[in-house]
């Protein structure tokens, strides 16, 4: 069975995480799925990016964060 990364095929993962978070989030299993996919570097978590904007135009995406 596929995982739903692997069915989808995301462009860019967005993982909203608390900074103090005490449960574990993002789980390593779901964040080495991602990073081993080309554009692992579209992966975005708030505790580490802050606030994420992105803006869809034109059928372009554009990402902000805040860090």
Known sequence: MRSTAEAVSPQ???MSVGATNTL???ARET????GAR???DRVYLTEKQGTIDITVKDGRVR???ER
């Not at 964040?31 to 991602?34: G, I, P, V, Y």
């Open 12 to 14: 860019i993962a967005v």
């Open 24 to 26: 574990g989030h993002a």
């Open 31 to 34: 964040l080495a799925k991602l």
């Open 38 to 40: 080309p554009g692992a």
């Open 63 to 65: 990402v902000r964060t």
